[in-house]
């Protein structure tokens, strides 16, 4: 069964920055969308950003102008940008692939979740 590894996580101070990957254990034929959702402690999972196969991009608001998204296609990874990090950004941030096409059949997928903590 075809997965998704994320790493990068780690411990920053604030204003920091760190890169979170993300990529297929194996060859997918197509996704829709990559993206990236953090849950913090007590709070719901929420969206941090997303790219579709088009280029088209959203963000939550709380991290618009410090995260950038990118993907490369052809390696089913998908990557995020943390610039300027705050506390609040403390979370354990998953990555997901959304219509991902694999042998025949399409699947949501998730990764294990990586821990970003900011703290001085």
């Known amino acids: 069964q075809v997965q998704l590894v994320a790493s990068g996580g780690g411990l920053v101070q604030p204003g920091g920055s760190l890169r979170l990957s993300c990529a297929a254990s194996e060859t997918i034929s197509s996704i829709n969308a990559m993206g990236w959702y953090r849950q913090a402690p007590g709070k719901e999972r929420e969206l941090v950003a997303l790219?579709?196969?088009?280029?088209?991009?959203d963000y939550g608001d709380s991290v618009k102008g410090r995260f950038t998204i990118s993907r490369d296609n052809a390696k089913n990874t998908v990557y995020l940008q943390m610039n300027s990090l705050k506390p609040e950004d403390t979370a354990v941030y998953y990555c997901?692939?959304?219509?991902?096409?694999?042998?025949?059949?399409?699947?949501?997928?998730w990764g294990q979740g990586t821990q970003v903590t900011v703290s001085s």
């Open positions: 790219l579709t196969s088009g280029g088209n991009t």
């Open positions: 997901n692939a959304d219509a991902a096409y694999y042998k025949g059949s399409y699947y949501i997928l």
